[in-house]
């Protein structure tokens, strides 16, 4: 399959560079030429999080993201208020709860954004908050949460913002330090433009006091231990050097586009993806004032069934979009464009997706 033929919102298709930095042959991980890379790394990772903050790169995914940002910070008991607005928000939520949190959850419903207001009235409900879990871009539905505006809210009340990033950081600005965000996690398979396996973690000063207070036990997701060790330069268990090399080529691919053309580049293919699907019969699942640069989330017109488009694209055009997930798995198309996505090949999804539309709609 021709890789950028991959319009699932992730795994995401690897530049050339990437692919091409997973052939170095593996070196020492414990030795100096490794300490210099990895500080490097690591440097690279914390300026597209703008923080001054710290950076952890662990063996992993996404869902351990949600894992460590729970055990290092809270204890048992503890009152978090999960924000949910859409599947990713459900699991972090379930996460919670299978470690004896005491979640109140915050439902807003599919498609729509949980906006400063939602959360400083759950906030004012429930000042026993000690952390929100929060998704700043929900891959299931299409919408980027108002992360820059809920920070603040959330600064006030004094909890701590733990943020899902997974399918926004590298791809949807992000001012870690400047809105108020004390942790966000991210998984490489995303805008990161990596294979699957890095899991990303940018903490920030108050991340580390909580540390000292959280009472879960834990030793793989111990972020203290990969702080200490980073902080040499090393990795608290053996490196995953394919993968960190892969890192360091996407990100010296950022480097070179700049952060700022690189998030214009998601907003101009974010515009013209939900241009063009409404222009074929499509209605936005999500809230256009809160539609994401990464994702599009599209209900198919009346009579054309999402299995069928998603079966199509990938038999008669080669390309492979995704379906829905949970409740609405058959009721919507998901068409990813983060990370290494540029016009021609959404031209070129849209133009099949088109064909295959109008075709399935004249029957
Ligand atoms: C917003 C969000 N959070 C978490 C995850 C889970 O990540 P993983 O599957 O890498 O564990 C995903 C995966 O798609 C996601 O999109």
Redesign the pocket.
């Known amino acids: 399959m021709d890789a950028t033929n991959l319009r699932i919102?992730?795994p995401t298709p690897l530049p050339p560079a990437v692919l091409r930095a997973m052939q170095r042959a593996m070196i020492p991980h414990r030795g100096s030429e490794f300490r210099a890379f990895f500080r490097g790394l690591l440097e690279q990772v914390r300026q597209v999080h703008r923080t001054e903050g710290d950076v952890i790169i662990l063996p992993?995914?996404?869902?351990?993201?949600?894992e460590a940002a729970i055990v290092n910070t809270l204890s048992p008991g503890d009152t978090v208020l999960a924000v949910v607005t859409g599947d990713?928000g459900v699991?972090?939520a379930r996460v919670a709860e299978r470690f004896g949190l005491r979640v109140e959850r915050v439902e807003v419903p599919w498609g729509r954004a949980a906006t400063a207001d939602v959360v400083r009235a759950a906030l004012e409900r429930h000042p026993e908050t000690r952390a929100v879990l929060y998704?700043?871009?929900?891959?299931?539905t299409g919408v980027a949460n108002p992360l820059a505006e809920v920070g603040p809210v959330v600064r006030a009340h004094g909890a701590l913002l733990l943020v899902?990033?997974?399918?926004?950081v590298a791809g949807l600005p992000l001012e870690m330090d400047g809105w108020g965000v004390d942790l966000v996690l991210s998984?490489s398979?995303?805008a990161w433009m990596c294979p699957?396996g890095l899991?990303i973690i940018a903490a920030g000063p108050r991340v580390w006091e909580s540390y000292e207070r959280a009472s879960f036990p834990r030793f793989f997701w111990d972020l203290g231990d990969a702080r200490r060790a980073a902080a040499e330069g090393n990795t608290p268990t053996t490196a995953p050097l394919t993968l960190l090399y892969a890192l360091k080529a996407a990100c010296d691919l950022i480097e070179a586009e700049g952060l700022e053309a690189v998030y214009a580049r998601h907003r101009r293919i974010g515009d013209l993806t939900r241009r063009r699907v409404q222009e074929i019969g499509y209605r936005l699942f999500a809230d256009p004032a809160y539609a994401s640069d990464t994702v599009t989330a599209a209900v198919p017109p009346e009579g054309v069934a999402v299995r069928d488009v998603v079966a199509r694209m990938r038999q008669e055009h080669g390309i492979t979009i995704a379906d829905g997930q949970g409740p609405i798995k058959d009721r919507i198309i998901r068409i990813g464009h983060m990370g290494w996505v540029h016009e021609p090949e959404i031209e070129r999804t849209l133009a099949a997706l088109d064909a295959v539309t109008n075709s399935l709609a004249a029957k």
């Not at 992993?60 to 949600?66: D, E, F, L, Q, R």
């Not at 998704?135 to 299931?140: G, H, K, L, M, P």
């Not at 899902?164 to 926004?168: E, H, I, K, L, T």
């Open positions: 919102p992730g992993g995914s996404g869902s351990a993201g949600w990713f699991r972090f998704t700043y871009n929900e891959t299931s899902d990033g997974v399918s926004a998984g398979q995303k699957p899991v």
